[in-house]
Structures are given as structure tokens and as C-alpha cells.
């Protein structure tokens, strides 16, 4: 099946500074890529949809300025947290949808740890 | 907007014994609708998936679920438990058109007695 791979795995950056995870399509091309946010034993929320080629549309009370969605080629969106705060950390997720068909494919996520 | 839930929010099974995770939406229309399963740690595998047809889908793992308009319903099931099954469960819809923004449930989490 589709695989999507988020890199790093796990991060932890010092308060202040900038941190991105990657979210690739390895084996389809996705013009669509969506990233969540999970909080420790919470459900996911959509934070904002990355279109290849365009700017992300942010969901309500999702900050863009701090949240920086790139959605560079059909196989790569990246999320930069911005001057991270300790309140950033999370688990984030992101999915991908084929151009091709209705399934979407989760990667397997990206833990954030701000100190 | 729509909206799913997952009215338990911790389930304790013995192996070998039957499951049923419920899920309800809420939504106008037809939605899609998906089952998803996270271990700890790691990131959302697909268990199945409803767009259309046959209101009971079987999916991966020995899982199925089924789809009722009625009660407005996508309860997941699996006739006998096995340990490995023990994770996170979470119900999601997306909208028909556009089955890639998801909007998910709380989430049930899945405990296995032996």
C-alpha cells in the first residue's frame, strides 16, 4: 500500500527556536496533504490543509504565522514551528491523499517536545 | 459542520471475547465515513472505510463495521478479540466530495484481558 513518511520522528528543540518536520508521499503523488495535531490522549485536530503549489488554508485558531505549512513538490509538505513554546509541544501527524482515489494515507507522526 | 462520537471512552475485553465500538456522526448528507486504529505512539493505520454500497464493510485485522442512516451509526466490530488488538480507535468522517479532511472522534481506547 501507499506509504507516507514523516521525518523527524521525535524532536525536541529549546524554546525559541524554529523546528520542521517533513511529510513525504513515497510511492504516489499527492497535490493534497493535511497535518493534525494530537494532545496526549485527545482526538487529532485538523490544523491546516497544504496544497502543492499554493498556500495552506489554516483551520479556525490555527496560527499561520507560527504554524508555516510549504507544500513544495507533489511528494513533500513540510510544517515549521515557529519560536516554539513548551505549549507546542505535541504529536503531530500528517496524511496525504492520492490524486487518484478517495484514501488517505497517515504517516506515523512526529513527537514535538519544546523545553 | 459535522461532528463524530465516541460515546466510550475506554473499553475492557477478554481475548477471544466479541468487540463493538461505537460511533455516531452527524452530518446532512451521505458522508464518508473510516475506521482508524493508533498504537501507542505511532500514527493512524486504516481499519476500513464506508463511501458507498454494501452498508457493511469488512476491513484489515478480522475487523468490520456497519453503516446504518438511520441511527446515524459506523459501529466497528470483530467477533474475538486478540490481544494485539489492544490501541487506540478512532471513528472519523469526511465529507462527501472530499474525502481527505477528516474530522475525528475522541477516540476509544481498547484494553485486552488474557
Known amino acids: 500500500g501507499a506509504v507516507v513518511s514523516q521525518h523527524p520522528s521525535r524532536v525536541i528543540c529549546k524554546s525559541g527556536t524554529s523546528v520542521k518536520i517533513e511529510c513525504r508521499s513515497l510511492?504516489?503523488?499527492?497535490?493534497?496533504m493535511f497535518w493534525y495535531r494530537q494532545f496526549p490522549k485527545k482526538s487529532l485536530m485538523l490544523m491546516a490543509t497544504s496544497n502543492e503549489g499554493s498556500k495552506a488554508t489554516y483551520e479556525q485558531g490555527v496560527e499561520k504565522d507560527k504554524f508555516l505549512i510549504n507544500h513544495a513538490s507533489l511528494t513533500l509538505s513540510t510544517l515549521t514551528v515557529t519560536s516554539a513554546h513548551p505549549e507546542d509541544s505535541s504529536f503531530y501527524i500528517c496524511?496525504?491523499?492520492?490524486?487518484?482515489?478517495?484514501?488517505?494515507?497517515f504517516g506515523e507522526g512526529s513527537w514535538l517536545t519544546v523545553v | 459542520a459535522q461532528s463524530v462520537t465516541q460515546p466510550d471512552i475506554h473499553i475492557t475485553v477478554s481475548e477471544g471475547a466479541s468487540l463493538e465500538l461505537r460511533c455516531n456522526y452527524s452530518y446532512g448528507a451521505t458522508p464518508y465515513l473510516f475506521w482508524y486504529v493508533q498504537s501507542p505512539g505511532q500514527g493512524l493505520q486504516l481499519l476500513l472505510k464506508?463511501?458507498?454500497?454494501?452498508?457493511l464493510v469488512q476491513g484489515i485485522k478480522g475487523f468490520e463495521a456497519e453503516f446504518k442512516r438511520s441511527q446515524s451509526s459506523f459501529n466497528l466490530r470483530k467477533p474475538s478479540v486478540h490481544w494485539s488488538d489492544a490501541a487506540e480507535y478512532f471513528c472519523a468522517v469526511g465529507l462527501t466530495g472530499t474525502a481527505s479532511k477528516l474530522t475525528f472522534g475522541t477516540g476509544t481506547r481498547l484494553q485486552v484481558t488474557l
Open positions: 496524511s496525504a491523499r492520492q490524486v487518484s482515489g478517495n484514501t488517505i494515507y
Open positions: 510511492d504516489f503523488q499527492a497535490t493534497t
Open positions: 464506508y463511501f458507498s454500497g454494501d452498508t
